[in-house]
């Protein structure tokens, strides 16, 4: 009979071989934690890559960044496409992450995991667990890593002011948006933008300040 353990251990491998040979379909499915950078890529990230014995592989982005990992600047983990490894194994994290991502469901005054948990008719501890096991962080790490990155995608795709981006993104304030870039890239915002515009300078920068 299978075990989780087994299970895991096979999707470890697979994982290992995708990041090998930068396997395109396997990006957004799991990511490369450099212990060495303290940087997380995506495993197609065109950059050098480093000895096997310098990195983790993890779950989610949300997973990458609870570790303390920063996202990378080359290959921005925050336009990988959503591919969760649990998708059809797992009904209510599978919604739960939907909800969390694409309708802002622990944004806003008065939004709380107890609430996310009702909604899908589960006790928030129970959602907790799921989370845990499944995606390698709580639901709070997932809606502020999804926050994350939907500011970063403003910021590099349009020219909103930045308090805009912030309301757009799910922050409640503009202190919290300033706070939460400067623990995620360790920078503010506006850098993150020069690095972004244009792409030349994106690419640059990147490079050079977050190789994967």
């Known amino acids: 009979m299978d075990t989780i353990e087994g299970t895991a251990d096979r999707e470890a491998a697979g994982w290992e071989a995708a990041w090998a040979r930068r396997d395109p379909a396997f990006d957004g499915r799991f990511f490369v934690g450099v212990r060495t950078t303290g940087i997380y890529c995506r495993c197609i990230c065109p950059v050098r890559q480093p000895l096997r014995r310098n990195i983790e592989f993890l779950p989610s982005a949300a997973a990458a960044e609870r570790a303390g990992y920063r996202p990378c600047l080359r290959c921005r983990p925050e336009t990988a496409p959503h591919s969760a490894a649990w998708k059809g194994t797992v009904t209510t994290v599978e919604r739960a992450m939907r909800l969390i991502v694409e309708e802002g469901a622990l944004d806003g005054e008065g939004a709380s995991v107890e609430g996310l948990a009702n909604r899908l008719g589960i006790g928030a501890r129970h959602l ?3 989370f845990d096991r499944h995606v390698g962080a709580r639901p709070t790490q997932v809606a502020r890593t999804a926050r994350v990155q939907r500011a970063k995608r403003l910021l590099s795709e349009t020219d909103l002011p930045l308090t805009v981006v912030a309301m757009q993104a799910g922050f409640g ?18 850098q993150i933008r020069r690095r972004s515009h244009p792409p030349s300078v994106a690419t640059a920068g990147g490079i050079a300040a977050d190789p994967g």
């Open 128 to 130: 907790s667990r799921l």
């Open 173 to 190: 304030s503009l202190r919290r948006f300033h706070a939460v870039f400067a623990e995620v890239y360790g920078r503010p915002p506006s």
